[in-house]
Nanobody, 130 residues
Framework: QVQLVESGGGLVQAGGSLRISCVGSGRSFDRSAIGWFRQAPGKEREFVAAIAWIGDSAFYGGSMEGRVTISRDNKKNTVDVQMNNLKPEDTAVYYC???????????????????????WGQGTQVTVST
């Protein structure tokens, strides 16, 4: 089992930056790939970024690619996403998910697949104003 808690969301002006965090607990957290997804009202969940449980493999996708950086600290059990140059269309609830089944040797396609993530946090709201 893995428990995840997101934090760091809030209201920010367009062009601003925000850092959101995912704190994990449970026996499998430090052996789980962690992914961030977001969901805006009326839209499907969209992949943002993911990181392997070991090594430097990070994956990005969707409309935020180039504006986000994911990082991981296994000593603190945290996975952070730094988001820059935020736009109003980035307004969404951001969720982190844990995927114990994704190997560090898997290619990026595995990390982008929402169904690979077994455990989810409750989400943190990010609102970007004009």
């Amino acid at each position: 089992q893995v428990q995840l808690v997101e934090s760091g969301g809030g209201l920010v002006q367009a062009g601003g930056s925000l850092r959101i965090s995912c704190v994990g607990s449970g026996r499998s957290f430090d052996r789980s790939a962690i992914g961030w997804f977001r969901q805006a009202p009326g839209k499907e969940r969209e992949f943002v970024a993911a990181i392997a449980w070991i090594g430097d493999s990070a994956f990005y996708g969707g409309s935020m690619e180039g504006r986000v950086t994911i990082s991981r600290d296994n000593k603190k059990n945290t996975v952070d996403v730094q988001m820059n140059n935020l736009k109003p269309e980035d307004t969404a609830v951001y969720y982190c998910g844990a995927a114990p089944s994704i190997s560090p040797y898997n290619d990026g396609g595995y990390y982008l697949d929402e169904t690979a993530y077994e455990f989810w946090g409750q989400g943190t709201q990010v609102t970007v104003s004009t």
